[in-house]
């Protein structure tokens, strides 16, 4: 029975995600540590308003896709249909693929005027045209991605991530060292080169791993199979290929079916998305300029602004690998449990996530209370990010439970509710951002975050906890 439990899906798959998102997290941490150090607070400001533009690009071309993706191939490969899931990745591709060249040419050719009036810091311009070539990349992988963790083969999307954020830090180091040998001044840009460069590795080993499937998987099937695996390919029309498929089998009319059940369910996750990543680019682009509303002036407004979101909350976010790993997971295998009936299984995940979350959270922040003021002074030589971390530490219990009970409530259908929690609390959040800090400063608005996280965790434990009580009203 333990071993049984040690080789389940969720625990295994858990386990890959959450030493390669330690590991990543790391490895990002001193990054930004190292960037910190040569760009100062100011540069550390710029570099994260550029932050919004990636989520919402990411938000319109692939994020609703790659989760469609994964629930279809999910239950394709459960029936071992292996030349449909293929087809679903590709025709999930074909779609997000388009979208992102369209999006990634508007933000080249139009980055001043999205710098200037969106981001309101020109500055940011040039790191705009820099990232906008990242954004096909990324869809290329996180389709990928989005099959492998269909199939839970969570190895590959760990791998890719790791060689992401690996290439994008190596890169940056060698950049640096190249510019202080030549005498030359190190500027912001390097570190969005090291993006580009970052998300090329990811995409590469992404595609090695999907070949070497399609080789794996194909010549272990059926001799019919087989050769419908010609079909998975865009390829032109042949003899051979008409010879093999009946008048039923057409692969445009399969292509377009696909395509069809793949938008919707991906259009209503991406519109979710987009709105949410809109909120809270809103509220990103929006923090320093009430900021010199509440008196500092533009480079200290971007200096507090660049310590908040460069070096306190990634500190915070630093455990959050675990409960990321396991929301990643939980949705296709609750969504599984809920559609075979398995009501107790639901209702184990429900009870289980709060629990454990809970546990990691109060861990969390009894730590980072007594540790964050130091933490702050030695990594980032800043009181003033000690001084964050103190009061970001209150809000891990209520975020490490929110982010799995959504993820549940997402794979149980309940996509709506979780979007109108998430709307509601950013809603609370730039209601501090607009009132809040040009009265008390960024205090007012870190103490929006904990609100609005203290409401977003309440919605979700009461939806979730109504449906655990009627799955054990089910199962008894």
């Known amino acids: 029975m333990k071993l049984q439990k040690l080789n389940h ?19 990002g941490f001193f990054y930004r540590i190292f960037l910190s150090n040569v760009f100062g607070a100011e540069g550390m400001g710029i570099y994260q308003l550029i932050a919004p533009v990636l989520a919402l690009s990411f938000a319109l071309t692939v994020s609703g ?20 899931s293929f087809r679903t990745l590709w025709a999930g591709f074909l779609m997000a693929m ?6 990634a040419l508007y933000i080249y050719l139009f980055a001043d005027m999205i710098a200037v009036t969106l981001l309101l810091e020109a500055r940011t311009a040039p790191l705009l045209r820099i990232i906008a070539l990242s954004i096909p990349m990324a869809t290329v992988h996180s389709c990928i991605n989005g099959y ?11 791998i890719s991530q790791l060689a992401e954020q690996i290439c994008r830090v190596g890169s940056v180091y060698l950049i640096y060292h190249i510019c202080r040998q030549h005498n030359m001044e190190p500027t912001i840009s390097f570190a969005v080169v090291g993006l580009v460069i970052g ?56 292509y377009r079916h696909i395509m069809g059940h793949l938008l919707r369910l991906a259009v209503p996750l991406s519109a979710n998305r987009l709105v949410i990543n809109l909120l809270q680019s809103i509220e990103a682009i929006y923090i320093p300029n009430r900021l010199m509303a509440y008196g500092l002036n533009n480079a200290d407004a971007l200096g507090v602004y660049g310590v908040l979101t460069g070096m306190s909350l990634p500190l915070i976010l630093f455990p959050s690998a675990i409960t ?37 959270g109060c861990g969390c922040t009894a730590m980072f209370l007594l540790l964050g003021r130091s933490a702050g002074r030695l990594l980032f030589h800043s009181e003033l990010a000690g001084s964050f971390i103190l009061t970001l530490s209150f809000i891990c219990p209520f975020m490490y439970i929110a982010s799995t009970l959504g993820s549940i409530l997402n794979g149980l259908g309940k996509t709506a509710q979780t979007f109108l929690f ?25 103490w929006g975050m904990l609100a609005s996280q203290m409401l977003q965790t309440f919605l979700c434990t009461v939806s979730a906890l109504r449906i655990s009580k009627k799955a054990q009203g089910h199962g008894c």
């Open 65 to 84: 896709i790659q989760t469609a993706i994964s629930k279809y191939v999910a239950s394709e490969t459960s029936t071992r249909d292996y030349r449909t």
């Open 148 to 158: 492998f963790y269909g199939i839970r083969k969570t190895a590959i999307p760990a």
């Open 199 to 254: 998300e090329s590795a990811s995409m590469i080993v992404s595609v090695i791993a999907i070949m070497s499937r399609a080789h794996q998987v194909f010549p272990a099937v059926n001799d019919q199979d087989s050769h419908r695996a010609y079909s998975l390919l865009p390829v032109r029309d042949t003899r051979r290929r008409k010879s093999q498929f009946s008048a039923s089998d057409n692969v445009p009319a399969a």
């Open 98 to 103: 388009a979208i992102s060249i369209a999006c």
């Open 9 to 27: 899906p969720l625990v295994t798959g858990t386990v890959i995600l959450t030493l390669t998102g330690l590991l990543s997290r790391f490895i």
């Open 324 to 360: 990321n790993s396991i929301s990643v997971l939980l949705l296709p295998i609750v969504s599984e449990a809920d559609a075979s009936g398995n009501q107790n299984a639901v209702r184990r995940a429900i009870m289980t996530s709060i629990r454990y979350c809970l546990l990691l």
């Open 422 to 446: 998430s709307v509601v609390s950013l809603l609370l959040r730039l209601l501090f951002v607009f009132f809040a800090i040009p009265v008390y400063g960024i205090k007012g608005y870190l």
